[in-house]
């Protein structure tokens, strides 16, 4: 069974800052996504990012990017330009390509401090 | 953006009695799931759903918990007999084909008395 983990229960960044979110996960198969989700205190899962496996370029969407590295199976999230508005819980998610679910980390709360 | 919606957003209700969640996915999206999530833990997959009938679910997903697409737009879960560890956020999400992400709804808190 796959498994995600996720080292750093919380974490701490100033205002304009750059913050990295790690994730490591567990699979024996080769076709497989991840994703990043946050989860504010309003508690809904707001889609962050996507990494497709195969894809050996790391996904960008605007001030938030990924290191994907497949064989050591990392995948952290690196958030440029801190706002308050990323203060939140952030999941890291793991699909199979031949499956149907989310495996999900525990999760990281991120403070971003003004 | 079209939103996955959850009805209601708070749910409280005796230990023992049925409760039903509700989610209206995304009108064009075809897969639909359900995950719990106990506070302070983390997200845990409990079923999916394509073509009107139940494609995976999870051990936690036993007999008392069933799920329905009664028409072409509601999504529900339904606890039978529900028990003080039931108590949990509830979300739904659904997605379009196999290889679109996962949306999810706001969450229904179940809290059982």
């Known amino acids: 069974a796959q498994t995600v983990t996720q080292s750093q229960p919380e974490m701490s960044v100033q205002e304009a800052e750059t913050v990295t979110l790690s994730c490591t996960y567990d699979?024996?198969?080769?076709?497989?996504?991840l994703f990043w989700y946050k989860q504010p205190p309003s508690r809904q899962m707001i889609l962050v990012i996507r990494?497709?496996?195969?894809?050996?370029q790391n996904a960008t969407e605007n001030r938030f990017s990924v290191n994907f590295q497949k064989a050591a199976k990392s995948f952290s999230l690196k958030i440029s330009d801190s706002q308050l508005g990323d203060a939140a819980m952030y999941f890291c998610a793991y699909m199979s390509g031949y499956g149907n679910k989310l495996v999900f980390g525990a999760g990281t709360i991120l403070r971003v401090k003004s | 953006e079209p939103e996955v919606t959850q009805t209601p957003s708070h749910q409280v209700t005796q230990m023992g009695q049925e409760v039903i969640l509700r989610c209206v996915p995304i009108?064009?999206?075809?897969?639909f799931y359900w995950y719990r999530q106990i506070l302070g833990q983390k997200v845990e997959f409990l079923v999916s759903f394509y073509n009107n009938e139940i494609s995976e679910k999870s051990e936690i997903f036993d007999d008392q918990f069933s799920v329905e697409r009664p028409d072409g737009s509601n999504f529900t879960l339904k606890i039978r007999s529900t028990k003080l560890e039931d108590s949990a956020m509830y979300f739904c999400?659904?997605?379009?084909?196999?290889?679109?992400?996962?949306?999810f709804g706001d969450g229904t808190r179940l809290s059982i008395l």
């Open positions: 699979t024996s198969e080769s076709d497989y996504y």
């Open positions: 009108s064009n999206h075809l897969y």
């Open positions: 999400a659904s997605r379009q084909g196999l290889n679109q992400p996962q949306h």
């Open positions: 990494q497709e496996a195969y894809k050996q």
